[in-house]
């Protein structure tokens, strides 16, 4: 077993570190001070369109989708470290890179499923960068976490679809920049004429911004915070909004088997950045106990702090060998044949690694919960992810269904 990453792997490491030390990181303080003199605070500060250039003139660009007309061309594996490195800046490199949630999803979607005149109108220009999108799928009034109950419908009405239901934690649609919402809804029921099997009901649309009747209501926050570089988490309301029939993608109840595809890399990528959110935890705990004296030596020489860091680094070990073990099945067998390790990582990693920001928050006293370090944010951010893309009781669910069959 060979655990070197291969040479364009390399290559491409050694020019995003520098991409982080020389753009990204300087610029995290910047987008804060623009954001603070934006007319709204949704809008994107001037410096991640320069990233952005940036990014894509150095080759940096679209990383993630491995199709290689569309995309860079890299394997899973090859893409598994550079998110890891995008993700010790959360915030801004992910976007800078045009390897954002839910547009990467949402691009992924479009490559797949979408007919050639839906990857011209919206594909392209959010492969440019030039436009962000949205997955609507989570609805306040049903349990979510199991897609079959959702309850937005999608109805025929001659050459067109109509759009009635309510959507919240809809990320990057606060965002103005946010131009199109692939929505997730049922176009049949069990108890209509047509008697659809339950997995066979929902299907998927795309719906422009300014459609009328699509109502971008609020907010909601995650942990009190609005996540204004994401285009926060909106509620969406959809009152008879109306698109052509040709807005469906794919075709009339294949929703679940999308979002099932949808689902497997998006899930592997956040879970890439967690690690990268982890190393950063790592070295702002040994920077802070090396700086800080308690008790008359430097937390560093505390035999629990050391456990914390010594903890720390086997974890973030075991996290990044088991990611980059699903991304080679991912390559090798496909999603589907990958499915019990991208549900595992899933599973463990934003656990483990909300764990070690925890300490890293300890470590830190009062500043691990203020505003002057990243942590607390990047904190509620880890926390969200054992909820977002599937809750971590539904996956323990569904792995261990797996494991027990083998013996009935
Ligand atoms: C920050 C953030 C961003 C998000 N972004 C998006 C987005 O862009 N688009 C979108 O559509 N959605 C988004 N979501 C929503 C997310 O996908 C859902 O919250 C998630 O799928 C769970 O659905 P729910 O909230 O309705 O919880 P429910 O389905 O009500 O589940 C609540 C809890 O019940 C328990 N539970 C559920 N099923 C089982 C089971 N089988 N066994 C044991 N326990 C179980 C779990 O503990 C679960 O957490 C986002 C959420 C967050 C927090």
């Known amino acids: 077993m060979d655990f070197a990453f291969d040479a364009r792997t390399e290559e491409l490491r050694t020019k995003l570190l520098a991409f982080m030390d020389e753009h990204v990181h300087p610029a995290e303080k910047i987008a804060d001070e623009q954001r603070a003199l934006l007319a709204s605070p949704w809008d994107t500060p001037q410096v991640v369109e320069d990233l952005k250039a940036e990014a894509r003139k150095q080759g940096l660009w679209n990383l993630f989708l491995p199709d290689a007309e ?5 394997t899973n ?11 010790r800046s959360p ?4 976007t800078a890179l045009n390897c954002a949630a839910p547009d990467t999803g949402n ?3 479009l490559f797949q499923f979408g007919t050639e005149e839906q990857k011209k109108q919206w594909l392209e220009p959010l492969l440019a960068g030039e436009i962000r999108s949205a997955f609507a799928m989570t ?3 049903v349990a979510s976490s199991d897609a079959t109950n959702i309850e937005t419908r999608i109805v025929r009405d001659g050459e067109d679809y109509v759009i009635n239901g309510r959507k919240w934690y809809i990320s990057g649609a606060m965002n103005p920049d946010c131009r199109i919402f692939i929505v997730m809804g049922k176009t049949a029921t069990a108890d209509g004429p047509d008697g659809a099997d339950i997995r066979r009901q929902q299907s998927m649309i795309l719906v422009p911004r300014d459609t009328p009747g699509l109502d971008v209501r609020r907010a909601m926050q995650v942990y009190g915070y609005e996540d204004h570089y994401h285009g926060g988490h909106a509620e969406v309301v959809f009152t008879d909004v109306r698109v052509p029939a040709s807005n469906l993608i794919g075709e009339e ?10 689902l497997g890399p998006g899930r592997i990528h956040h879970c890439m950045r967690l690690i990268g959110m982890a190393e950063r935890a790592i070295e702002l705990m040994c920077r802070r106990a090396v700086s800080r004296t308690a008790f008359g030596k430097p937390l560093a020489q505390q035999g629990v702090v050391q456990n ?11 996290l990044r060998l088991l990611v980059l073990k699903t991304a080679w099945l991912m390559d090798t067998v496909g999603n589907r044949g990958a499915h019990t390790e991208i549900q595992a990582i ?16 300890q470590l830190h006293g009062a500043g691990g919960v203020s505003q002057d370090f990243p942590l607390a944010e990047l904190w509620a951010a880890a926390r969200t992810l054992r909820l977002a893309d599937g809750p971590d009781e539904v996956h323990q669910r569904s792995l261990a269904r797996r494991e027990i069959k083998r013996y009935v």
């Open 91 to 94: 915030q801004l490199a992910p």
């Open 70 to 74: 569309y995309g860079a061309g890299l």
């Open 107 to 109: 691009m992924e979607v």
């Open 139 to 141: 609805e306040p009034e």
């Open 308 to 318: 914390w860091i010594a903890d720390a680094r086997v974890t973030v070990e075991q």
């Open 346 to 361: 899933k599973i463990a990693t934003p656990r483990a690694v909300v764990d070690i920001l925890d300490r890293a928050v």
């Open 77 to 87: 594996l090859q893409y598994a470290p550079l998110a890891e490195i995008t993700g």
């Open 253 to 262: 109840g294949g929703g679940f088997a999308i979002a099932q595809a949808r």
